[in-house]
């Protein structure tokens, strides 16, 4: 399970969690700053990454094009990075599941 953290999370999430998601990255790792939401989807699609956002364009994206690649939807509002890695720490089992179907493209989290 690799993970492509948007824009709009902390580019320390990857080196953060680490440890049970490796090899996931920030869309700043792979020169996507402020990249358009398209971009950043076809780039996890061709990468076999599940993108994480609290970008409510993800969820649209999701939704009317299916998977892959799949989204985590981050439902928390503002909050700290310590926030968001323990709600990713305390849902990693939702977060495997979800990712080893086939057949499901969003997971929202809150």
């Known amino acids: 399970m ?3 953290f ?11 969690l680490a440890d ?7 869309v ?3 020169g996507m700053k402020a990249t358009v939401d398209p971009i950043v989807w076809d780039y996890a ?8 956002s ?20 981050l439902r928390l509002g503002n909050c700290s990075t310590s926030q968001v890695e323990d709600i990713l720490r305390r849902e990693f089992d939702a977060i495997e ?3 080893s179907d086939d057949n499901l493209s969003l997971l929202a989290l809150s």
Do not use: Q, Y
């Not at 049970?20 to 920030?26: A, D, G, Y």
């Not at 699609?45 to 994480?52: R, S, Y």
């Not at 609290?54 to 649209?60: E, L, R, S």
């Open 45 to 52: 699609k061709d990468n076999n990454l599940t993108i994480v």
């Open 97 to 99: 599941s979800f990712c």
């Open 2 to 4: 690799k993970l492509l």
């Open 28 to 30: 700043r790792d792979v």
């Open 54 to 73: 609290k970008d409510a364009d993800m969820h649209d994206l999701s939704l009317v094009l299916g998977n892959p690649p799949k989204v985590i939807w």
């Open 20 to 26: 049970i998601f490796p090899n996931s990255l920030h």
């Open 6 to 16: 948007d824009e709009n999370l902390s580019p320390k999430l990857p080196l953060r």
